[in-house]
């Protein structure tokens, strides 16, 4: 007898939900539209292909557009970050990493929930990166120290080479000078 084929189980695409529905990898005009096409794969939900939106997708009405059963409030500021109430969270909005900061030290000296920074790791790590930029620093001016130190001594070196050959310079004129002085005396005793 053959052997008979193993037949592999068929399951949803992989990644069907990082697409839109208009279309493989669409990007633009990214809003739901309802399958009517006669051999529509969607409208017939068939196997592999995304889902219809249909009755019981949605979450219920309490619990709806909450983050941990709390409302939401954006942050911009420490002044938004204030002005929280216990029923609500914070979620810091889109800003630089100066104000950030603040908001992050702010939240930890308050004791406040932020839904979208864990305001302890992000000091933490603020820090860590600080220390490394010092570091670099602190290598940097040690090498340029070094440098300073090398360029100075080669200074050095050359000024006294120089003070040395004007020297020599000074002591051959002087000796020419008196061999001509004594050529000169010489020429006159003749």
């Known amino acids: 007898m053959a052997k008979m084929a193993k037949k592999k189980p068929r399951f949803l695409r ?9 279309g493989l990898r669409r990007k633009n005009k990214q809003k739901y539209r309802k399958a009517k096409g006669g051999e529509n794969k969607m409208r017939l939900k068939m196997k592999g292909h995304l889902r219809n939106v249909s009755i019981g997708f949605r ?8 983050v941990r059963g709390l409302k939401t409030v954006l942050i911009n500021s420490i002044e938004d970050l204030k002005k929280l109430k216990k029923d ?17 030290e702010h939240a930890i000296k ?16 603020v820090e860590e990166e600080r220390k490394k930029i010092e570091e670099e620093k602190t290598k940097k001016e040690e090498k340029k120290s070094v440098r300073d130190k090398k360029a100075k001594e080669a200074l050095q070196k050359k ?3 120089e003070e040395k050959n004007k020297e020599t310079e000074l ?19 003749q």
């Not at 992989?14 to 208009?22: A, E, H, V």
């Not at 979450?59 to 909450?66: P, V």
């Open 88 to 104: 609500e969270i914070g979620i810091v909005a889109k800003v630089g990493n100066k104000r950030k900061i603040e908001i992050a």
């Open 159 to 161: 000024e006294k080479e």
């Open 59 to 66: 979450s219920e009405k309490k619990t709806r557009g909450l």
């Open 110 to 125: 308050d004791n406040i929930r932020l839904a979208n920074l864990n305001s302890k790791k992000f000091i933490e790590k």
């Open 14 to 22: 992989i990644g069907y939900t990082q697409y839109s529905k208009l």
């Open 171 to 189: 002591e051959k004129a002087v000796k020419n000078n008196e061999t001509d002085i004594k050529t000169n005396v010489e020429e006159i005793k």
